[in-house]
């Protein structure tokens, strides 16, 4: 079975420019998770999509960051103007609506210079 | 008050010793609880869910659960120098929401 895959692996930018992540989740799995994780800390929610719909974006900085998962199978997540704190790893991960067990991708490092 | 909370060490201990992880949860509503492992560059990576109260053992891993006490530990029993990683405690709630907590570092030596 594949996994969740994501792309691409790193990405370098300069602040104020724009950038985007692809994950495509187990098949099957209804749920898609968006994670940005700063180095020391934990994954922090950012989305959460149930099918197509949003489930929780209350930590999603809505001003730079939007995401979308149109057909309910893959989604991308944009973040339009990038700042230095953006730096970090974005991690994807989905899970089936059983036991909601998450698996992640190999996630995006992403360095805003 | 972060909604999960763990040590972040580092916890040391020493090949073939008993390993003993903490967490607390703060939203009463948590149902499902995790441990993930994460090495250094990598992934977090399941070990164990739990939902009752109580133990669960697999293999070298025991999860204890304490819903009164808002209360999750994870015990490595024979600890090896592989189990060196970040061990991430993660909630969720009834309604599906998702939260982790900042981890703690575990280091085993020789």
């Known amino acids: 079975e594949a996994g969740v895959a994501q792309s691409p692996r790193y990405k370098i930018i300069e602040k104020r420019q724009s950038v985007a992540f692809w994950c495509n989740p187990i098949?099957?799995?209804?749920?898609l998770y968006w994670y940005q994780q700063i180095l020391g800390q934990g994954p922090k929610l950012l989305i959460q999509?149930?099918?197509?719909?949003?489930?929780?974006d209350s930590q999603l900085p809505k001003d730079r960051f939007s995401a979308e998962r149109l057909k309910g199978v893959d989604s991308t997540l944009k973040i339009q103007p990038a700042k230095l704190e953006d730096s970090a790893v974005y991690l994807c991960?989905?899970?089936?609506?059983?036991?909601?067990?998450?698996?992640f991708g190999a996630g995006t490092r992403l360095s805003v210079l | 008050q972060k909604e999960v909370e763990q040590n972040s060490g580092p916890l040391s201990v020493p090949e073939g010793a008993i390993a003993s992880l903490n967490c607390t949860y703060s939203?009463?509503?948590?149902?499902?609880f995790f441990w993930y492992r994460q090495y250094s560059g990598k992934s977090p990576e399941l070990i164990m869910f739990?939902?009752?109260?109580g133990d669960k053992e697999d293999g070298r891993f025991t999860a204890q659960l304490n819903k009164a006490s808002q209360y999750v530990s994870l015990l490595i029993r024979d600890s090896q120098p592989s189990d060196s990683a970040t061990y991430l405690c993660?909630?969720?709630?009834?309604?599906?929401?998702?939260?982790f907590g900042d981890g703690t570092t575990l280091t085993v030596k020789p």
């Open positions: 991960a989905s899970s089936d609506d059983v036991k909601n067990i998450q698996y």
């Open positions: 098949s099957g799995h209804a749920t």
């Open positions: 999509f149930q099918n197509n719909g949003v489930v929780d």
């Open positions: 939203d009463r509503g948590s149902q499902s």
């Open positions: 739990i939902y009752s109260n």
């Open positions: 993660a909630a969720l709630t009834n309604a599906g929401k998702s939260t």
